[in-house]
């Protein structure tokens, strides 16, 4: 069974940064694509940022240029750096991995495995 646990959430004033990581255990994700979601209060469960294990990377619009993802594929972990942050960019933060469908990588429902998520809160 595939656990992924997430850590480095926190409150943050606007402009501020912050490094989430995704640490995956109990299954064979290594070579797998991850990504990261999040979901504000009342709004669906958005695409952030995915990654090949080959180091190819995609963002959504909202954070390209603010955001990087990256992985560690022998400790089997992912990181996102988020930089010059903003109060919409709070948000319940999920790792995800196993991305059954190579060209839905923006899209929750193509995912195997989800983390539990952490809280990311970026005051003004």
């Known amino acids: 069974q595939v656990q992924l646990v997430e850590s480095g959430g926190g409150l943050v004033q606007a402009g501020g940064s912050l490094r989430l990581s995704c640490a995956a255990s109990?299954?064979?994700?290594?070579?797998?694509?991850m990504g990261w979601f999040r979901q504000a209060p009342g709004k669906e469960r958005e695409f952030v940022a995915a990654i090949w294990s080959g180091g190819r990377t995609y963002y959504a619009v909202s954070v390209k240029g603010r955001f990087t993802i990256s992985r560690d594929n022998a400790k089997i972990t992912a990181y996102l750096q988020m930089n010059s942050l903003k109060p919409e960019d709070t948000a319940v933060y999920y790792c995800?991995?196993?991305?059954?469908?190579?060209?839905?990588?923006?899209?929750?429902?193509?995912?195997?495995?989800w983390g539990q998520g952490t809280q990311v809160t970026v005051s003004s």
């Open positions: 109990g299954g064979t994700v290594r070579d797998s694509v």
């Open positions: 995800a991995a196993h991305l059954r469908d190579y060209s839905a990588y923006v899209a929750r429902t193509a995912y195997d495995y």
